[in-house]
C-alpha cells in the first residue's frame, strides 16, 4: 500500500510539472506566457525526486559500482554491504539536520515564492519527512543485516 500510494504521488508531480511546462512552451509561442510556471514546477521536481529516493532506498537500487565488489569473497562483500549501509545512514541524517535547522531557522520568514507565491515552509516540511524516512530505511536495513 506504501509503494502505491508513493507511486501515485511520484507520477501525479511527474505529470504536473511536464504538463505546466507544456502549457507554458505553447504560452510562449502564442503569446500568452504562464508566469510562474518555474516556480510550480520546481515543488513538483522536489515531490518526484524525494519520492524516487525513497524508492531507489526501498529497493536497495542506489547506483553502486559493481565491477570490484562482485570479485570479492562473500563475506568481504557483506561488510562493504553494512558499511554502504551505514553511509547512506550517515548521509541521509546530515542532510537531515541541515535541512531541520534550515527550516527553523526560516520557519518565521513566512517564506513564499516571487510571482505566485509558493508556501516553500510546506515544501521543506516535506523533504524533512522524506529524509526521515530515508534513516528510518537504512537503519531498519543496517541493524536487520546479519553481520558475517
Not at 510562449?28 to 518526484?48: A, D, K, Q, T
Not at 529516493?53 to 562483500?77: I, P, W, Y
Not at 508556501?119 to 530505511?137: E, Q
Request: with cysteine; net charge positive; hydrophobic share 55%.
Amino acid at each position: 500500500m506504501f509503494k502505491m500510494i508513493l507511486t501515485w504521488i511520484g507520477g501525479a508531480a511527474l505529470l504536473a510539472a511536464m504538463s505546466i511546462d507544456t502549457l507554458a512552451v505553447i504560452g510562449r509561442y502564442i503569446g500568452l506566457p504562464l508566469r510562474g510556471s518555474i516556480e510550480l514546477i520546481e515543488p513538483m521536481v522536489l515531490v518526484s525526486g524525494s519520492v524516487g529516493l525513497v524508492f531507489a532506498t526501498l529497493a536497495a537500487n542506489h547506483a553502486k559500482v559493481r565491477l570490484l565488489v562482485e570479485r570479492l569473497n562473500e563475506s568481504t562483500r557483506n561488510r562493504l554491504d553494512r558499511f554502504w549501509e551505514l553511509s547512506s545512514l550517515l548521509f541521509f541524517l546530515c542532510l537531515l539536520v541541515g535541512s531541520v535547522w534550515i527550516a527553523a531557522d526560516l520557519w518565521n520568514g513566512h517564506e513564499v515564492s516571487e510571482l505566485i507565491g509558493v508556501p516553500w515552509r510546506v515544501l521543506r516540511m516535506f523533504a524533512n519527512l522524506c529524509l526521515v524516512v530515508l534513516c528510518a530505511i537504512s537503519l531498519r536495513r543496517l541493524l536487520v543485516r546479519r553481520a558475517p
